[in-house]
């Protein structure tokens, strides 16, 4: 009996808490909405072409013509050596990819978010040249999936604090 009274109590303490949901009404709700309306800019590069896949992925980006906002990201991807072994050669690498992205309103033309995003990965370096190729691809996917996860984000955020224009 104390469980519930104890869980009844626990559900008013979130209900009056004001906590919602930033995807509330689903892909008729207001943060859904704003989403698709967003076009997506090309983005130079091939780190910056997974990027921008992801992205329209995420934000099932309609046509551009019919788009509100306009997202263009501009990208920093670079590789830095840390563990040197005795006769210098690296034994371990750090791939770290930076993105700095404007939300325009296309109507006027202002910029209503600038934002960055970031993430980064370490990466093994054996001696085979390969294989440290392909981690090093690998670790540009991963990167490029956690950036736009991070961008949808934000933008998710804005569209929750945003009001809808008529």
Known sequence: ???????????????????????????GGQVAAMLSSVAVAPIEGRVGWLVFNDLKERLAAGEQAQARFRLDVELDDTIVGLG????????????????????????????????TAGAEAGID????????????????????????????????LFAARTRPRP
Not at 1 to 27: D, E, F, I
Not at 127 to 153: C, F, K, N
């Open 84 to 115: 040197i072994r005795g006769d210098r050669a690296v034994t371990r690498e750090r791939r770290t990819l930076r993105a700095r992205y404007r939300l325009t309103d296309a109507a006027t033309g202002e910029t209503v978010l600038d934002a």
């Open 1 to 27: 009996m104390t469980r519930v009274a104890l869980l009844a109590a626990a559900a008013l303490a979130l209900a009056s808490c004001g906590l919602r949901p930033v995807y509330g009404g689903g892909s």
């Open 125 to 156: 370096v054996v001696s085979s040249d390969y294989a440290t190729l392909a981690a090093e691809q690998t670790a540009a996917e991963r990167l490029s999936e956690q950036v736009a996860d991070q961008i949808v984000s934000r933008l998710g």
